[in-house]
């Protein structure tokens, strides 16, 4: 029964439903079940030798070639060109090993655990920051590892999708080292239908100021010039020290969408942590130990149509530009011929188990620093997720509030659009104690559980309804602003307040305050209709099933 379970959850691409609250779900993703009846291939096997120059092998291939490869290495200092097959004719680039060397095709391959030594998975070993593979057009990669060597400087992405479509990653290995920097596993530029399954990403970080780099993924995705998307993140393995994922941040002309990132795991170890006793730093360019650039885990700029579902996301903290939030949409235009285009619409955050961060939720919409504004941000569902273990005691740099919610507003730079349309609904968050007292071990701003910020004339429909949280001693509080923050409007009660920054639709009912019995220190009531609520937070029930998904 658990394997007809998870055929549906992972397999099935025209599964889901229309709309998640405000937020409309993703319209298709691609299909690529096993057998590989959605990707057919004529068979045509090729063993090749481990002295084959792999460009060569694969410019040679006829549509529906097997590519057999040796489990031994092959260094190239010259970017890897996938080879061209077709829709009725796929190529395989696999290991040369029977099929049940590798977990089987509803299962992670879990590579430090299983195929670390010399000789367990061929190896593409990229040797200079310029080389990259491309994986081609209608290829099925699986059992293969994608790395680098150890101390040879920076290398920027393993696999860089540009040009290349129709691709399916399945139980691959992509590792940088755990002393160098390696700016990204894949990039999702310029590509569309692709699926990343049942892999592992390790050690892909980046310095900052003292380093080649300055911010790390597992996979990237969001600044193509033609239109992308259709992409399926499933049951992976994701560590990486800037974002585990992200989609946006750089100039784009089209906005992906179609986007499901499900039944992951993403992490980041303890050892890059600054404050965790295994904390083991690495020497910069200047010889002296650095932290890696830690930010979020998961991160929104341009994207359109997501679904995230299912997913366990670990450890994050603060210190280098941002908060360390488990989730952060913030659409974003990097400035003149940027993307004047970009957006964070319809995303639907549901079913996960989020833990040991600084914030749970960051959702905003404003300016970049040379003051460009992205097209659009909103219609946003955020519901049944438990996040607990928010500022944790050895959190790094950590002090923001569990949720944000913000729009900004310039007087003298006009909007094209402000934040709208997001619900917050039934979610458990929990915190690990220090934040309900008069200081904490990084000062006061973290003393509530929603920092909000608004142009004056408010945004709309936004509503926190039925979640469970410690409201710490602050509640809700503004994020400043002067008087082009809604907060400026009123100095009445905090119904009046958010009646200021909160329009339309808007609500702020339902919720379970914990403890309940803690004071308010000079804070007005909030709203009627909060308190006790036996319905409220994440139904535990869908999120532990939705786990199951992860292999």
Same mark, same amino acid.
């Not at 070639?65 to 009725?88: E, H, Y």
């Not at 002309?253 to 404050?275: E, G, Q, R």
């Given at each position: ?127 200079? $920051? ?68 049942? $892999? ?93 650039l830690v930010k979020n885990l998961l991160e929104l700029k341009n994207a359109s149509r997501v679904l995230i579902t299912g997913n366990r996301m670990t450890n994050t903290w603060g210190g280098f530009t941002q908060v360390g939030a488990g989730v952060l949409l913030t659409a974003k235009n990097a400035g003149v011929n940027g993307c004047p285009i970009c957006q964070v619409t319809d995303v639907t955050i549901r079913y996960n188990y989020i833990s040991y961060v600084g914030q749970a939720f960051q959702i905003g919409y404003s300016q970049s620093d040379p003051g460009y504004w992205p097209a659009d941000e909103g219609r946003i569902s955020v519901h049944d997720n438990l996040v607990d273990h928010i500022q944790y005691p050895t959190c790094y740099a950590c002090g923001s509030y569990p949720v944000g919610i913000g729009a900004g507003y310039s007087s003298t730079n006009i909007p094209p659009a402000t934040l709208h349309d997001v619900v917050i609904d039934h979610n458990t968050f929990l915190n690990d104690g220090w934040m309900t007292y008069a200081s904490s071990p990084v000062g006061t701003n973290a ?30 509080? $503004? $994020? ?72």
């Open positions: 029964m658990k394997k007809i379970i998870l055929l549906l959850l992972v397999s099935v691409s025209v599964a889901y439903a229309q709309t998640d609250g405000p937020a409309a779900l993703p319209s298709q993703t691609y299909y690529t079940p096993t057998p590989f009846s959605a990707t057919p291939s004529a068979n045509i096997q090729v063993v090749v030798k481990p002295t084959d120059n792999l460009n060569a092998v694969f410019a040679a291939a006829k549509p529906g070639t097997i590519f057999l490869l040796p489990q031994t290495d092959f260094d190239t200092a010259v970017t890897i060109v996938g080879p061209k097959c077709t829709a009725t004719a796929w190529c395989y680039i696999r290991v040369n090993a029977p099929d049940n060397y590798l977990p089987s095709w509803t299962t992670r391959l879990k590579g430090p655990e299983y195929y670390s030594k010399p000789g367990a998975l061929p190896r593409i070993v990229i040797t200079t $920051s310029s080389a990259t593979v491309m994986p081609g057009q209608y290829v099925r990669w699986f059992g293969v590892e994608v790395t680098r060597p150890s101390g040879t400087g920076v290398v920027y992405n393993l696999m860089n999708f540009s040009g290349s479509h129709d691709i399916v990653i399945d139980r691959m290995w992509f590792a940088g080292t755990p002393i160098d920097e390696t700016n990204r596993g894949i990039i999702l530029n310029n590509t569309y239908n692709v699926t990343i399954q049942n $892999s592992w990403f390790s050690e892909f970080h980046c310095r900052a100021l003292v380093g080649a780099c300055g911010d790390s993924q597992a996979i990237s995705g969001g600044g193509s010039t033609v239109q992308d998307g259709n992409f399926k993140i499933v049951n992976n393995y994701l560590e990486a020290a800037g974002e585990n994922i992200i989609f946006g941040g750089s100039p784009a002309l089209f906005t992906p969408s179609n986007i499901v990132i499900a039944y992951n795991d993403f992490n980041k170890p303890w050892a890059w942590n600054p404050h965790d006793p295994t904390y083991a730093p690495t020497l910069g360019k200047d010889g002296l130990p650095h932290p890696w003393q509530g559980v929603l920092n909000v910020a608004a142009p004056p004339s408010g945004t709309p429909n936004i509503s926190f309804t039925n979640n469970v949280a410690d409201p710490g001693s602050n509640g809700a509080y $503004s $994020s400043g602003g002067g008087v082009n923050n809604c907060f400026s409007v009123t100095a009445g009660s905090l119904a009046q307040e958010f009646a200021a920054c909160w329009t339309g639709t808007s609500s702020l009912t339902g919720n379970n305050w914990l403890p309940s019995s803690l004071p308010w220190h000079g804070r007005s009531p909030w709203p009627a209709g909060n308190g006790v609520n036996a319905s409220a937070g994440a139904n535990m029930v869908l999120v532990n099933t939705a786990l199951t998904g992860r292999k």
